[in-house]
């Protein structure tokens, strides 16, 4: 298994633009979530999903940011528009809620916002 | 609420000594515990988990944690420290057959000296 994938690697974009990190989940795995890595704040959970559905937004900090997931093996995770203080590290994980599974990440979206 | 507190932002230890990094944890409930490991510019990996039982539980490169309820502590341990454990060590708690957000700490790094 290719394990969790996400793109882009890095993204550079200037304020006020809209990004959209992706996220394709390890087949399978019935659970996603997305979090967010800063110095300043360690490691956020913004949202996560079950048989893709929103399960707990409560971490997501603004309307800017919105999340969706249109299948099992898909999800992205939307700002519009971007903020330089939206500049982190942006993961998805994904794992098989059944079995009280551990979580599986992918290697991370670097997201700076100019 | 649920947090986890990792009260050492950097920890240092000779290569060949015995190396311990400290969690505590507040949850509502029983709690299923983490460690996750972060190599640079790499997603987190599962070390190891604690569920019910017994309250030492071995994970992986022969890391080890210790379960200590009366002092809601999950210490990870390792008898020996190699240079190649070098990394950020993350302790996470969730509620034992509850919601599935998973909180994590800030990070421990940990740095072995040749």
């Known amino acids: 298994d290719a394990g969790v994938i996400q793109s882009p690697r890095h993204e550079v974009t200037e304020m006020g633009q809209e990004v959209t990190l992706r996220c394709k989940p390890i087949s399978g795995h019935n659970s996603l979530f997305w979090y967010r890595q800063t110095m300043m704040r360690g490691l956020e959970l913004l949202i996560y999903?079950?048989?893709?559905?929103?399960?707990?937004d409560s971490g997501m900090p603004e309307d800017r940011f919105s999340a969706k997931m249109p299948n099992a093996s898909f999800s992205t995770l939307k700002i519009q528009p971007s903020e330089p203080r939206d500049s982190a590290v942006y993961f998805c994980?994904?794992?098989?809620?059944?079995?009280?599974?551990?979580?599986?990440f992918g290697s991370g979206t670097q997201l700076s916002v100019l | 609420a649920q947090s986890v507190a990792q009260p050492e932002d950097q920890v240092n230890v000779a290569e060949g000594n015995p190396l311990t990094v400290k969690c505590t944890y507040s949850v509502s409930g029983n709690p299923y515990l983490f460690w996750y490991v972060q190599y640079p510019n790499r997603g987190l990996q599962f070390l190891l988990k604690?569920?019910?039982?017994?309250?030492l539980v071995k994970g992986s490169y022969g890391f080890e944690a210790e379960f200590n309820k009366s002092q809601t502590s999950f210490h990870l341990k390792k008898p020996s420290a190699l240079v190649s454990d070098s990394a950020l060590y993350f302790c996470a708690v969730r509620v034992l057959f509850g919601n599935e957000k998973l909180t994590f700490g800030t990070g421990t790094r940990l740095t072995i000296i040749p």
């Open positions: 994980a994904s794992s098989m809620r059944q079995r009280n599974e551990k979580l599986f």
């Open positions: 604690y569920i019910t039982g017994d309250n």
């Open positions: 999903f079950n048989n893709n559905v929103p399960i707990d």
